[in-house]
């Protein structure tokens, strides 16, 4: 009825208006017949919707059919049947909104899960991977199963950590030398990877204490234990999880953020904790094994031009104590560029390493690096990646702290395929040489890996 009205004095407004316009001659009468007659048929309209249902006279107005949230968040069905536009309407061609929208609030803490996981098979040189007892070197392995688990603890404090578990060679069998009846080994090693607590100031200052992987190149931070992170099936060998020749934890506290420098973008980390423990693959999980923290200190540049272009560098300083309190000074310098826009990809990346015994003058460098290549393939074809990567380690007889490490030449040859957004398979071909003299070593491995 309100409408009705309003169309009624609307349309007795639009009348008047063009009566005072003309002269007040014969056409006045001719003008208030009109007027007369549409007067009429309202009154029949407004006699119409007062005889129809009382429900489809309550339907409600055009303007409370702004979709209002339902228990479970989603927006209420408008009326059934045409309605007016808001712009027929009279005085709202320009609507404005009056319902002010609701901010959710945010919940403390809030915990989400994410997960990565990957299957492998290969077919390798005898020796290529650990040694099979059974003489067998193909198959097909599990590889490790990850968990990232992220907690917003408040406005700018949150939690990160990161558990895998991986299959073990030897489960089901007792330790070497176990009295019979001990217990067996278990199927998988479970390992947390990362927990840090962070407190994010601003993008210039944040500071975090935990479990890292040691900010000191490109890939150990970069490419995380998700095989699908990366575009490879296999890490570079000089940051191989479980090796030896980069630490590849950290267990301390950890400065980062950006520095003031227009479009070059510079980021730094300034970091202290333990070094590397007794097993100097393994960082001081429980404490450091000496009174010497470890250091280190990484600089790098995001610049706007060229897009996605990394240059960037790295020192580390460390004292590593072997059993027999043997102790050895180390250095490490590293510098990388990387060009991550895929068509084409470039990591690059160069450390030298210090060892000195404490109390001699006597040092040697080992050197490692790699250099790899890939091109995402246009058109329909861009679901194709094949890559490319040479690496080289090199370890003098000199130093002693790696005399278990050995030196490495070889390149890995590859494509990928992205199955969809969160899965991708992957073929690679390996050719290397662990030492001068042994005989190179070849191998076809595939995988399929996936994140959740």
Sequence with gaps: MRRVTSACAV??????GRLAAQDTSSDQGRLIQELMARIDRLEKRVAELESQPKATAQAPAPSAAVPV??????????????????????GMENPQPNNPVETPVPVYPSLRFAG?????????????????????????????????????????????????????????????????????????NAEIERSIISYNYNDHLKLSFGRYHTPINYWNT?????????????RPEMVQVGGSFIPVHFVGALMEGTLPSGPLNLN????????????????????????????????????????????GG?????????????????????????????????????????????????????????????????????????????????????DTLFKAVPSLAGSVVGIRYDISSFAAFKLEYRNQRRRRDEPRLSGVFMQTSFTF
Excluded at 11 to 16: A, Q
Excluded at 224 to 230: I, K, T
Excluded at 278 to 297: H, K, M, T
Excluded at 341 to 363: D, Y
């Design 116 to 188: 990565f996981s990957d299957f492998d098979f290969e077919a390798a040189d005898r020796g290529f991977t650990s040694p099979d007892r059974r003489g067998t070197h193909s198959g097909f392995t599990e590889g490790q199963f990850t968990l990232h688990m992220t907690s917003v603890l408040s406005q700018k404090v949150s939690f990160f950590g990161e558990v895998t578990f991986s299959a073990r060679n030897d489960a089901g069998t007792a330790p070497p030398g176990s009295p019979p009846g001990s217990h067996l080994e278990p199927g998988f």
């Design 69 to 90: 949230a339902t228990p479970e968040g989603a927006p209420s069905p408008a009326p059934a049947g045409p309605q007016p536009s808001m712009a027929q309407m009279p």
């Design 314 to 398: 790295s020192a580390y300083r460390d004292e590593v104590t072997l059993p027999g309190d043997r102790n050895f000074r180390e250095w490490i310098e590293s510098g990388h560029i990387v060009w991550t826009k895929e068509n084409p990809e470039l990591i690059a990346e160069f450390a030298n390493i210090t060892h000195q015994a404490v109390g001699s003058p006597a040092q040697s460098n080992s050197q490692a690096w790699y250099v790899q290549t890939a091109y995402r393939l246009p058109g329909i074809a861009r679901l194709w990646k094949p890559y490319y990567r040479f690496e080289h380690i090199h370890i003098p007889a000199s």
């Design 268 to 311: 730094y980390n300034v970091g202290v904790g333990n070094g590397r423990g007794e097993v100097i693959s393994r960082g001081g999980d429980f404490a450091d094994i000496n009174n010497n923290r470890a250091w280190l200190v990484s600089l790098f540049a995001k610049p706007d031009h060229p897009y996605r272009l990394q240059v």
């Design 222 to 234: 970069a490419f995380h234990h998700g095989q699908w992170l990366q575009t490879t099936v296999s």
């Design 11 to 16: 349309g007795l407004f639009v009348l008047w």
